[in-house]
């Protein structure tokens, strides 16, 4: 059986649709405070690995329906097939389940509804960076082992697809102590009770409507005020994202 690689250089670099559907869910939740994306080369490999090992992790802390967990790749070679067979066996070894993967290509208009942009190594954050328009965006490109505490002397989670099964599983183990070190951070902040907007828009949605309130159907859902970024290393605050944003 022969694979096509996870890696930088073994494709040219894959033209980016502005039509590319959104990575499910970021369909205006309010109960969810944090939108995070995975990103590697093709989206077979390491990314999904990352979003598998963070939604368990998630769900083990109860954290789940705080966060929006995807992937996707800078490439788009390899969209709509599953993840890479030694992937989704070492995660299956592991008591992980990525069956249901398809990989998707990563869209820079996905940047206005995600918090974290998360790199699996340097030429992933230097693609990400570059196809960011804005300050803001490029601020949400971060490595994953960036999180790792203290730091390690490599920032790149390697390419397990020219190697054996040994450095898939070794990939792996420095995606879940990463990822551990991530979602450390995040919860804090997760795990505030949710703004007074969120808890009380289902009870809005439910009233009747009045004669002097814009009509709603065609609104996208708010999202809750994110205080999140904050508690990660390398994000501005709040207040110079309104700045960067031209909000007074």
């Known amino acids: 059986m022969s694979f096509a690689p996870d890696s930088p250089g073994a494709h040219p670099q894959a033209s980016v649709t502005s039509d590319a559907p959104l990575p499910e869910p970021l369909d205006g939740d309010a109960t969810v405070r944090f939108r995070i994306c995975f990103v590697c080369s093709g989206n077979i490999c390491r990314s999904p690995m990352a979003e598998v090992v963070l939604r368990r992790l998630a769900e083990e802390a109860g954290l789940a329906d705080r966060l929006a967990i995807s992937s996707a790749g800078t490439g788009d070679w390899h969209v709509g097939e599953q ?7 070492v995660l299956r070894a592991h008591g992980y389940d990525g069956a249901t993967h398809r990989a998707r290509q990563f869209d820079p208009g996905w940047f206005d509804d995600l918090d974290l942009v998360v790199a699996l190594d340097r030429s992933h954050e230097r693609i990400l960076k570059n196809w960011a328009t804005n300050e803001v965006d490029r601020s949400k490109v971060q490595l994953l082992r960036s999180f790792e505490m203290p730091r390690s002397d490599s920032m790149d989670v390697p390419d397990p697809y020219y190697s054996d099964h040994a450095l898939f599983a070794a990939v792996l183990g420095m995606i879940e102590r990463a990822d551990r070190a991530l979602l450390d951070q995040l919860a804090p902040a997760l795990r505030l009770p949710a703004p007074a907007t969120a808890r009380g828009s289902a009870a809005a949605h439910d009233r009747e409507p009045t004669q002097d309130r814009e009509p709603t159907q065609d609104r996208k859902p708010a999202r809750p005020p994110l205080h999140v970024q904050e508690q990660l290393p390398g994000f501005p605050s709040t ?10």
């Open 239 to 248: 207040a110079d994202q309104e700045q960067g944003q031209g909000k007074p």
């Open 83 to 89: 993840a890479d067979p030694r992937a989704l066996d």
